[in-house]
């Protein structure tokens, strides 16, 4: 089974930038379907972006389209995300995760978080 290992997290200001990195233990492309989702504390894990198991489609949630941009550098069996703009609520463990055939969204494989604090 694959495993996913992010990175990327840390502390930033508001307005500021960071770019979440998740590095699979094998091939991704055309295999698995992506995603990043997020727990803040005391809330319950919500979805960020996804981006499907051939690349060409990306999908985010409401609060973050044009803040959050998810990619793959397929070479390298990595998943980004670029976080712009960040807020004080954006302050949570992001995880990335893999969706295997039939890629109905149900996330089969999960990495170990990463640690995004925003302060204002």
């Known amino acids: 089974q694959v495993q996913l290992v992010e990175s990327g997290g840390g502390l930033v200001q508001a307005g500021g930038s960071l770019r979440l990195s998740c590095a699979a233990s094998e091939r991704i492309f055309r295999r698995y379907g992506m995603g990043w989702f997020r727990q803040a504390p005391g809330k319950e894990r919500e979805f960020v972006a996804s981006?499907?198991?051939?690349?060409?489609?990306?999908k985010y949630a409401d609060s973050m389209k044009g803040r959050f941009s998810i990619s793959g550098d397929y070479a390298k069996n990595t998943v980004f995300l670029q976080m712009n703009n960040l807020r004080p609520e954006d302050t949570a463990v992001y995880y990335c995760a893999a969706d295997a055939p039939p890629y109905k969204g149900d996330y089969d494989y999960w990495g170990q978080g990463t640690r995004v604090t925003v302060s204002s």
């Open positions: 981006i499907n198991w051939t690349g060409d489609y990306t």
